[in-house]
């Protein structure tokens, strides 16, 4: 679904947004901006051809949860979610947009807690935070069957690297020094 493009930016504010719009990278992330800003933002990025994902638990003013998501969907036709809700990832897979299902590994527990998430609601792809817990990937393909991105705490290009050849088919991050 995000075709050949691995670095998907995590855009926060209207300069990063310009620097974005001018990048031949067709999928960003808007996060941290205000509800009422996100119908010209979608429009702005729509005119230049990319596609929309909204992290849907930082964006201000927005309920995240499925009345919320179908918000997005229906109204400002944004192209795909990222969200930890279950309930939003549902509304996702029935009206046909991408859902990404973003977890944090803190310890064992709360991956288990999240990969049975997962295995019920079958997203398009999840998002693992932090991206530098590589080592993990492996057994998480094993017991989900959808593609990773990781993300979170993202520094060097190397860690970009070490991401993609660990198996992640993207890696998400809100430096702009990477997007190019």
Not at 7 to 35: D, K, V, W
Not at 60 to 75: N, P, V
Request: hydrophobic content about 40%; glycine content about 6%.
């Amino acid at each position: 679904m995000l075709g050949n493009q691995r670095i998907i930016p995590a855009i926060s504010n209207h300069q990063e947004l310009r620097l974005f719009l001018q990048t031949n990278l067709t999928y960003g992330i808007l996060m941290n901006f205000q509800l009422a800003q996100l119908p010209d933002l979608v429009l702005e990025m729509k005119n230049k051809d990319k596609k929309v994902l909204i992290h849907s638990e930082l964006i201000k003013g927005l309920t995240s949860d499925e009345y919320g998501a179908i918000y997005l969907i229906q109204t400002l036709k944004v192209d795909g979610i990222i969200s930890s809700k279950p309930k939003v990832i549902e509304v996702c897979k029935k009206r046909k947009v991408i859902g990404i299902l973003r977890f944090f590994l803190k310890d064992s527990i709360s991956l288990e807690q999240s990969l049975e998430v997962a295995s019920k609601t079958n997203p398009d792809y999840l998002e693992v935070l932090p991206a530098l817990c590589t080592d993990i990937i492996p057994e998480i393909k094993q017991r989900i069957h959808c593609d990773i991105m990781m993300g979170g705490l993202i520094r060097t290009k190397d860690q970009i690297a070490t991401c993609l050849l660990a198996g992640a088919v993207g890696v998400t991050t809100s430096n702009p020094q990477f997007w190019i």
